[in-house]
């Protein structure tokens, strides 16, 4: 584990791309000796230009049928000329080359309008006429369809069989699409196919995703941003929804700073003491008694819902339910949730129904659904910035493909207010200037209530459209329709929107009066808390060579500066007198650097703790294939017995479908326990750090200690069933034994636990220490 430091001068943002991997910037490579491949072409054009469509189709099953490996120029030209033929348009040379780079896996930045969709469909092409299976993963299932069937009649001229799944695919759908040569799919879904494929009791339960290729789209946001975001199988349980409505009551009547006190970042709240005596009297009972400890922890999560968890910023409330909100997407977050107690909670604060927990069957991180695969690569518009991190926890080359046309952008210093109130003043007048003079306006925002409060506050006469969690489903109209002369779009986060903002709306018409007022104007209300997503705003202004604009307003009051402020900074601006522009700008910078650094040392944290779970699931899954496939050596001798009397009654077949049925039970129950085990542990293994030991060695020796003995555990729950089953139950063993698989699943994500965990923990110290707030040793 590398030492976390402090923000350092970032030299990518300095020097072009061929400069920056000629002096070997880590993560970082040129792909200047690509371009041969890309100049052989034209040798071949002429003679792929004379095939007919059936040839063209035909050159490329022969290429699949041989499985010739390497982007050859001969193949570069079948690839070109279909791509003409089918889609209207010749590639450009930058299109060619990010593709060759991403079939040799490695990570491609590509700027907004740049056209990585082509570029990813041709990458797939090349690895598909390899003879290759290929997962083209989006963030959602809209992207995923749209590209599955914009890009299809491109492979099928080759070919080449496309498919798609999303979250309402069928186990029959998901199991055909998974046998075509290219497969588009969010990259959830996968996740998701593979625990599910990890319950199977038979294959023909199983929808078997391969795991040959992986072409990862927004792939800086699925691989750095989500990449520690656990996906989880749950199970239903015999519990019922967990009664918070007394906890929700009795925070109802709790006053800031007198009965509870929040801290400086709005992380935790914590009941003061007048406010447990308050509480107690109310109750009558000892809060701290051991017999009223789930009930102190019903109030904490209720009071944490209350106070901290902001209706319409972390999460809407629509059709009588709790739908999180992505925080860096501004989307609905679908099939996500918070840890029960908390999601509970949060249910009964809004009085909706409380959803009853399940038991988590098995969870797997996005990191590690992406590791799985032999080749990976992404591409994003916003690589550079994390090559680092894509070297470090995927030894992932990454490079940059410049654009096909001079950026003609204006980039604006960011303008820092002293208070949110001159700042949100400063916005509206931008706006407003702007629409005046005909150009276009779109305006990030970072919540789902900014957006909205923004929108109002600007006059209707201008006729605002807000693009938000709420009418995403809208969006590709709104965004379409961001070019229009003098429009004014207000928008929450814009990666993974997919669709281009063209100059004079969708059609072009009145492209030439919209260039005459500058092009499109990007405005962001607010610094994001990785400068990549500032990127990722910016860059929808000047695509594809036009002219454009982006600018961003922030102020000392924002949460990203609050929360980071070093104590440099914040005597700085305790005193009277005003602070320079310059001075401003630099705070926001540094608060930024701190924001990044933090989230760095989260992702590293998290995927330290995650190694020994994860190298135990390998275990139990290597063995549990062994049982399904009929051999179990590390069981036979535990069960001898019992599988002896039965087989001298029942045939052979029965007794080793009976065993097989029952050792899957077991298995698939011990883990589901060990990982609820492992999940208690790591909440409270911070505390070991008190002791002076290091929690994430304490954790993996903790950890080894409770996998010790599984197997024999699961041999022993196993010879017992076996022992307690009746001959006439054999053909329904579970059921006989009154044993149950789940009756249902469900999948979901969990988000980040705003109560705290290691990783978190270890997040706010870094924080601290960051800002100059602990006493060095």
């Known amino acids: 584990m590398r030492r976390i430091d402090a923000p350092r001068l970032d030299l990518r943002r300095f020097l072009p791309g061929w400069a920056a991997g000629a002096v070997g910037i880590p993560g970082h490579s040129s792909f200047a000796r690509l371009r041969e491949d890309v100049a052989g072409i034209a040798e071949h054009r002429a003679r792929v230009a004379r095939l007919s469509d059936d040839e063209l189709r035909d050159a490329g099953r022969d290429w699949r049928r041989r499985g010739r490996v390497g982007p050859a120029p001969s193949l570069l030209a079948l690839i070109e000329e279909a791509t003409r033929r089918t889609l209207g348009w010749t590639p450009y040379e930058g299109q060619l080359l990010a593709a060759i780079a991403l079939s040799r896996g490695f ?76 497969v588009y799919a969010p990259v959830t879904e996968v996740g998701y196919d593979v625990l599910r494929d ?44 967990e009664d918070l409505s007394t906890a929700t009551e009795l925070v109802r009547s709790l006053e800031p700073d007198a009965h509870y006190a929040v801290d400086e ?11 447990l005596d308050l509480l107690e009297g109310t109750l009558g009972v000892n809060l701290f008694a051991s017999e ?103 030894g992932l080359p990454s490079g940059r493909v410049e654009r096909h046309r001079p950026n003609r952008r204006t980039d604006e210093p960011t303008r820092v207010l002293a208070s ?111 400068r990549r997503l500032d990127l990722q705003l910016r860059g929808r202004a000047g695509r594809q060579g036009d002219p454009g604009v982006s600018l961003a307003f922030a102020s000392l009051e924002d949460e990203v500066v609050v929360a980071n402020l070093t104590a440099r900074w914040r005597r700085r601006i305790a005193r009277p007198a005003a602070v320079p522009d310059s001075v401003r700008r630099t705070i926001v910078h540094e608060a930024q650097g701190i924001s990044e650094a933090v989230r760095l040392g989260r992702h590293r944290s998290t995927w330290q703790y995650s190694r020994a779970l994860t190298a135990q699931r390998t275990k139990v899954l290597a063995v549990r294939e062994d049982v399904l496939r009929g051999s179990r050596g590390w069981l036979d001798a535990a069960i001898a017995g019992p599988v002896g009397a039965l087989a001298s009654v029942a045939a052979t077949e029965t007794v ?92 979901y994500m969990i988000r980040d636990n705003p109560l705290g965990d290691p990783a978190g923990r270890a997040a706010e110290g870094l924080r601290s220490l960051l800002r100059g707030e602990r006493r060095r040793h």
Not at 212 to 228: C, G, L, N, Q, Y
Not at 475 to 485: D, L, N, P, S
Not at 486 to 499: K, N
Not at 718 to 742: C, I, N
């Open 107 to 182: 990570a491609v930045e590509l700027d907004t309008g740049e056209g990585k969709t082509l570029a990813g469909a041709m990458a797939a092409a090349l690895h598909a006429l390899a003879g290759r299976s290929v997962h083209v993963l989006s963030v959602n299932d809209y992207l995923a369809g749209r590209d599955a069937q914009w890009m299809g009649p491109l492979l099928g001229a080759l070919g080449i069989d496309v498919a798609w799944i999303g979250q309402a695919s069928t186990a029959h759908e998901r199991r055909d699409a998974y046998r075509a040569p290219v």
């Open 198 to 241: 990890r319950q199977a009791t038979g294959a023909d339960e199983r929808v078997e995703p391969r795991f040959d290729v992986a072409i990862v789209d927004e792939a800086d946001a699925v691989m750095i941003d989500e990449a520690m975001t656990p996906l989880v199988l749950a199970g239903a349980s015999d519990e019922g929804a």
């Open 265 to 275: 970042d709005r992380a935790t709240v914590a009941l003061t003491d007048a406010g």
């Open 292 to 394: 009223h400890a789930g009930l102190l922890t019903r109030i904490n999560l209720a009071l944490h819902a209350r106070v901290l968890m902001r209706r319409d910023v972390d999460y809407l409330v629509v059709d009588d339910g709790i739908h999180l909100v992505n925080s860096a997407r501004g989307r609905v977050a679908q099939q996500q949730r918070w840890p029960d107690g908390l999601h509970a909670a949060i249910e009964a604060k809004e009085a909706v129904p409380i959803t009853p927990p399940g038991i988590v069957l098995d969870t797997l991180t996005v990191q590690d659904l992406l590791l799985t695969y032999r080749t990976l690569s992404g591409m994003s518009g916003t690589v550079l910035p994390v090559a680092d991190e894509l070297m470090e926890f995927y």
């Open 420 to 530: 949110r109130q001159e700042k949100d003043a400063a916005i509206v007048e931008e706006i407003l200037r702007r629409h005046e003079a005909g150009q276009p306006v779109l305006v990030g925002t970072q919540t789902v209530a900014e957006s909205e409060e923004l929108a109002a506050r600007l006059p209707a006469r201008v006729g605002a459209r807000v693009l938000n969690a709420r009418n995403d489903a809208e969006e590709a109209e709104v965004v379409a329709r961001a070019g229009e002369r003098g429009a004014i779009t207000v928008s929450t986060q814009m990666s993974g929107r997919g669709t281009d903002i063209r100059l004079g709306g969708a059609d072009e018409r009145d492209r030439d009066r919209v260039v005459a007022a500058g092009g499109l104007a990007v405005i962001a209300t607010s610094v994001y808390p990785s």
């Open 656 to 747: 080793d479908r009976a065993v097989t049925l029952i050792a899957l039970h077991h298995l698939d129950r011990r883990w589901s326990d060990h990982v609820a085990v492992l999940s208690e542990l790591r909440d409270g293994i911070h505390l070991r750090a008190l002791a002076g030991q290091n929690p994430a060695d304490e954790f993996h020796r903790l950890a080894l200690r409770e996998f010790e003995g599984f197997f024999d555990v699961v041999a022993q729950d196993v010879a017992a069933s076996l022992r307690d089953l009746e001959t006439h139950g054999l053909d329904d063993p579970l059921r006989s034994l009154g044993l149950r698989r789940p009756s249902a699943t469900w999948t």
